[in-house]
Structures are given as C-alpha cells and as structure tokens.
C-alpha cells in the first residue's frame, strides 16, 4: 500500500490526498510534524519536508511535484494533466501559479503567519504580513473568476490538476475563515461542485488543535 | 522558429535556454525586463514573468515548470528526465529542491538582493538577507558534494534537468562571484564538465550593464 506523509493543513499534501482519493489508489496517512526535524523522515527526504510519498517498493518519491507526476504516469487511468503537450502545459502553468506565486502572495503569508508559526513555536503572527495576504487573495480570487467566465473549470471543460492545486490552498485559507467567498459568487460556485466531491469531504474532517474552523467550512452549501 | 521571452540572469530562464540548446532546437531570445510590467507581454502570461515560451503556433507556454516538460514531451530525441516513473521522480525531486528550495533560501536573498533589485529600482539590497544567502549556499554545496560522492550527476549515471536546474542558479551567483568553488572540489569538477559544453558557454557570454564578472566566470579551467 502506498503511504503518504503529510501535514494536514498544507496545501501540497492536500492536494497530493485528493489526488490520491480520486484516483482510487488505497494508501495510508501519517502526520508528519516536519519542523520536529525527525532523523527517519529526513532519511526519507533530506529537504525535511512534506508531501513524501513512499510507494510498495518503500521508494521515496519527494515534493508535490514529483508525485503528482508520478501518479499521473503510474497510474493513468484518471488522469489530471489533460490530453494534449498544451493542456498539460496550460494545467501545468496553473499548478505553478498556485504552488508558487498563490504561495508566495497570500498562503505563506496567511496560513505560515496564523498557524504554522505558531504550531512550530516560530514566535508571534506578524499583522503587516497577513494584512498583506490577504489583500493579495482578492486579486488571486478576480484571477479565478476571470478563468471561470469562459471556462467550466480552470484550465478547460473538465477538473484537472489546475483546479486541485487552487482548491487545497483556498481550503486551507478557509479553515480560518480567510476566504471572502461572497465577492466572488463564481469562484464559491466552482468551489462548492469540488467541495462535494467525496475526496474533498474526508479532508474537510481534519481538524488541527487550538484552531477551529468556521461553520460553513465543511457545509458544501455555504 | 521557437521564441523564449527571458532574463539572461534568471535561472530559470537559463535553465530552459540550456535545454533547447541541448536538444539542438533552433529559437530566438527575446530580453523582457519582466518588472516594467509591458502590456503585450501580460496578454503571453497573466503572471507577468518569465520564462514564456511562445511555441511555432504561437502557443504560449508559461513557467520554467510548464516548459520543461513541455520540451521533453514534445521533441524526446535528447531526454532530460529519466528513463522510468523513479528515475523521473529522481530529477524531479532535485529540480523542486533548485527551483524551490535553494531559491528561497539562496538566489532570492544573493541575486536578487544584488542584482535584480537595483534592475528593478527596489532600493538598496539588504546585507542581511546577502549574509544569510551566502551562509545557506554552503549548506546546499555540502548536499550537492554528498550526492557527487555516489553518483556521476545529480540524479544518477547521466545528465539530467537535475544537473541544469543546479548548474543555471550557480552560474547566475558565480556572475556575482558568490560560489566559494575551492571550497567544493567535487562541487567544482562536476560544474567544470558543465561549463564546457556549447549550449552553457554561450550563456556565459552574458552581460548585464553595471555588472561585471569575475575572471573565472567564463574560464572552463577555472
């Protein structure tokens, strides 16, 4: 069975478990505290961070990126990178717009601030930065909307990699309520069909101590 | 004809310079001082930065990520990534280690700080994030000499988009003469074998107005 490693509320290993869930691949959790810098999990991965995957063969595969391509190629037969070299470069330029400047612009500066800083005893949440943050979100959330207004799902007429890639860090961002869904009715629209999903739902049911989310965060009609 | 829209200091357009040279496809470059935020260049990539691969049927590909694989799949007479799923996931890992990690933890804080700041008209660069910067790269040169002391290049027994995806960041510090090379011997004759090839000495030919390189820079035998 495959074993996947990860942090509940980060979003590269959310969306490495949807991805698994909706591939129907039978696999285990295990919570990774990576900032405890355990010596096995660094074996495992010397960058000491999570999603790691560990296939039958106890092979490691490494980062969001790796496996999410590796699922793909092992186990195509729902696949989330499209059917052409330009869908797949159009879902993969999404991927890289959440991974990276979504992370940049607004989790790492939310979701870090708010709540890994303080699971990892990093010190205080700096306002300046969340208040950035989440002035930043609004310009991310008019992007997806601009997306959806010709388009049933971010990188064309069907759910790939692109969509899974946005919903996770958004899921995240709404556990604490940081999510201004009703500006944006469009992107709450595209987010409700992935809520109900039967993959996005179990993941809606983890709950990180000290932190609770708001009533409508696992309501698919919020 | 293919045509990228680059920096000539950024890695990751380096590292896809690096690769259509590799694979012997003819393209033209096109300089885009991304930062001045041009018009038609937002319509190519709503992120506004590069690389940007306009393809022949002037289908933008966008993300140094998107590219890559693009290229691999597109034109597979020299491969870059692997010859199987673990192989791949192999470079894969290391290209998200470069790309991400040694990144954030090094060229945001050397290059950036030096170079592209003062491009940019970003105020003075911080000598406490160059400091920082220059502290991390040891922690990266150490891991990519323990990985030489196994292996020909970084993900095994030929040159991947691993070795590139290392070799294009170095270059862009090593224009600064920010790599303690002699600290590194293994380090160094793997980057030597690198440097020497046609498609990276043309890279090296590089100047950027106000910069000038240290005399190794371009020197095979440095």
Chains 1, 2 share one sequence.
């Not at 010397?46 to 790796?66: F, H, R, W």
């Not at 989330?80 to 797949?88: D, Q, T, W």
Request: proline residues 7%.
């Amino acid at each position: 069975m495959l074993t996947l490693f990860h942090s509940p509320l980060l979003p590269g290993c959310r969306k490495i478990r949807l991805m698994l869930k909706e591939k129907n691949l039978p696999h285990q959790l295990k919570v990774e505290d990576f900032w405890l810098r355990r010596f096995e999990f660094f074996a495992l991965n010397p960058a000491g961070d999570v999603p790691v995957l560990l296939t039958e063969k106890n092979q490691p595969i490494v980062s969001a990126y790796a496996i999410a391509e590796y699922l793909d190629e092992t186990f195509p037969e729902v696949q989330f990178f499209g059917n052409s070299p330009n869908e797949r470069a159009e879902v993969r330029r999404l991927v890289d717009w959440f991974d990276g400047k979504f992370d940049r612009e607004v989790t790492q500066l939310v979701l870090f601030e708010k709540l890994y800083k303080r699971l990892m005893g990093y010190g205080e949440p700096s306002s300046e930065a969340i208040r950035a943050g989440k002035k930043n979100i609004l310009y991310h959330l008019d992007y997806i909307a601009h997306l959806l207004s010709s388009r049933n799902w971010l990188a064309g007429e069907y759910l790939t990699l692109a969509d899974i890639s946005a919903a996770a860090p958004l899921s995240s961002l709404d556990y604490l309520g940081d999510v201004p869904w009703e500006q944006y009715p469009s992107v709450k629209e595209w987010y409700a069909l992935i809520k109900c999903r039967p993959a996005f739902r179990e993941l809606l049911e983890d709950r990180v101590q000290g932190f609770r989310p708001p009533d409508h965060y696992t309501d698919p009609d919020f």
